[in-house]
């Protein structure tokens, strides 16, 4: 029988946490027919982007994310444009069961086991070489995103230290699933905190970069924050007020257990110490024995 530490089980749990080959090959199939679906609204291009297309996603959770890239006039109120898509992948799609959740209309294919979230985009500009389009934003708005510039900076500030931004970015969306009801936190708000985090360390341990992260955004009170990129806004951490507020009380409570998970395993109580860390991840994290 092994036995593993606190900073052991976090590496296992990015390792447990890694997309299978089978998630990503599903992911895959249903690529040219949305593409299909979306022809006749008129298409500059299909971008992939959020957490699957940025190599940070989490298995289990293995939605597709992709920006369609409209032509025509950006209408006033984006609820058309996401109607338009809608009605469009309905039309293709009958018997799949398809809903509007903003900013995307996600169709779920599979039952549900292999999601797509379709958001539609409008370019407002280039910069060099990127893109920034329009896209729904909760309560009725637009707002910006630049999906090629901010995978092009996770990319970048995962390079040094080697994998850090990504792995990082991945327990905190692991974090975020396994306390999906209390969490209600947006993953790219978590992978560009993560990166940002990781521009300014030479190493990554995952326990300790899990915990001091974790500190920062206790410490900001989940605010929202500027686009690392300059592209863009600001980045909100959540769709609603109360979301956040929830969040943050559940993240100070977690943060503090991890942190006393720590002290307890280098006082020799290796079994409190993952009883904490157990009640930290809701039951998912790895074993002590195995």
């Known amino acids: 029988m092994g036995e593993r530490t606190i900073a052991s089980a976090?590496?296992?749990l990015i390792r447990r946490s890694v997309p299978t080959s089978a998630e990503r090959?599903?992911?895959?199939?249903?690529?040219?027919?949305?593409?299909?679906?979306?022809?006749?609204?008129?298409?500059?291009?299909?971008?992939?982007?959020?957490?699957f297309h940025h190599g940070t996603g989490v298995r289990g959770h293995c939605d597709v994310d992709v920006v369609v890239s409209l032509r025509g006039d950006r209408p006033d109120?984006?609820?058309?444009?996401?109607?338009?898509?809608?009605?469009?992948?309905?039309?293709?799609?009958?018997?799949?069961?398809?809903?509007?959740s903003r900013p995307a209309v996600v169709v779920d294919f599979a039952g549900g086991a292999q999601p797509w979230e379709i958001i539609p985009g409008y370019i407002a500009r280039s910069v060099g070489d990127w893109l920034v389009y329009s896209i729904p934003a909760p309560g009725g708005t637009w707002m910006e995103t630049s999906p090629k510039a901010h995978l092009d900076y996770v990319n970048q500030e995962n390079?040094?230290?080697?994998?850090?931004?990504?792995?990082?970015?991945?327990?905190?969306?692991?974090?975020?699933?396994?306390n999906v009801g209390g969490f209600k936190v947006s993953s790219f708000y978590l992978e560009m905190r993560a990166a940002k985090y990781m521009a300014?360390?030479?190493?990554?341990?995952?326990?300790?970069?899990?915990?001091?992260?974790?500190?920062?955004?206790?410490?900001?009170?989940?605010?929202?924050?500027?686009?690392?990129?300059?592209?863009?806004?600001?980045?909100?951490?959540?769709?609603?007020?109360?979301?956040?507020?929830?969040?943050l009380s559940r993240l100070r409570g977690d943060v503090q257990r991890t942190h006393e998970a720590m002290a307890r395993e280098k006082a020799g109580r290796s079994a409190e110490a993952f009883a904490e860390m157990d009640t930290v991840f809701l039951g998912d994290f790895p074993a002590r024995f195995y």
């Open 77 to 100: 109120n984006p609820d058309t444009a996401l109607s338009r898509v809608k009605a469009a992948l309905e039309a293709r799609f009958p018997y799949t069961p398809i809903r509007v």
């Open 159 to 178: 390079a040094a230290p080697a994998g850090g931004a990504k792995s990082l970015a991945r327990l905190m969306k692991a974090y975020k699933y396994a």
């Open 25 to 51: 090959q599903a992911a895959a199939t249903h690529r040219q027919s949305v593409e299909a679906a979306l022809d006749p609204l008129g298409v500059f291009a299909l971008w992939e982007t959020g957490s």
């Open 200 to 247: 300014g360390e030479t190493t990554f341990l995952a326990y300790i970069d899990f915990a001091r992260l974790g500190d920062a955004l206790v410490g900001a009170e989940l605010a929202a924050m500027n686009d690392p990129t300059g592209m863009t806004g600001r980045i909100r951490a959540a769709s609603t007020e109360n979301y956040r507020q929830d969040a």
């Open 10 to 12: 976090f590496d296992e």
